[in-house]
């Protein structure tokens, strides 16, 4: 439609934010981890060592441009120490950690709205991402904020999950690629039902 003001010879000029945005869905911007369970068993034994194939995950979805964020239901030192030996510094967009919620009470809503916060510091909605959890318990909350979530966790099963992995290595490696499948699939079934 050519909107034109009375002796404009030019069509009036519109901006990014006249603009309507893209559809989200589908569009996969943010892998967000529970620091708590996945990137490392910290839950099982006190574990500090990644998780096999964590790496390899953590650089390809750098390389897709896709942004890493970290959630933890514990303090802030402990989580960047952690983040900073697992991964290394520069890769990770965001850590939250129940510091950043002092209003919140801590329990299973403290959980999701540390997801809610991250994806609110990334600029994105809960459409853009997805969540990784090692744990049950992580994967809730991450579908408490409305996320699809995949559960890394050997034995564990859950309902809601938008995969179900024992591990980040093996014969299909968990990548970028199978990251934005999984959030594209899991999408597509919430369309549908």
Not at 43 to 68: K, P
Not at 98 to 127: F, K, N
């Amino acid at each position: 439609m050519d909107v034109r003001a009375k002796g404009q010879t030019r069509p009036a000029r519109t901006f990014w934010w006249d603009r309507e945005r893209p559809a989200e869905a589908g569009i996969l911007r943010a892998v967000i981890f529970d620091a708590d369970s996945a990137l490392a068993d910290i839950e099982r034994d006190g574990d500090v060592a990644a998780r096999t194939g964590l790496i390899d995950l953590v650089m390809s979805l750098f390389v897709a441009g896709i942004w890493v964020g970290v959630v933890s239901t514990r303090r802030r030192e402990w989580a960047e120490t952690l983040v900073r030996q697992l991964v290394g510094d520069g890769l990770v967009e965001t850590i939250v950690t129940v510091d950043d919620l002092p209003d919140v009470v801590a329990g299973p809503g403290c959980e999701a709205e540390l997801y809610r916060l991250a994806l609110w510091e990334m600029g994105i909605t809960h459409r853009s991402a997805l969540a990784v959890a090692g744990s049950v318990r992580g994967l809730r909350a991450a579908v408490a904020a409305e996320l699809p979530g995949v559960i890394v966790s050997t034995g564990q099963q859950s309902v809601g999950a938008a995969e179900v992995r024992d591990g980040y290595d093996g014969a299909d490696p968990l990548r970028a690629t199978g990251c934005q499948q999984a959030h594209r699939r899991w999408w597509i079934a919430q369309r549908a039902a």
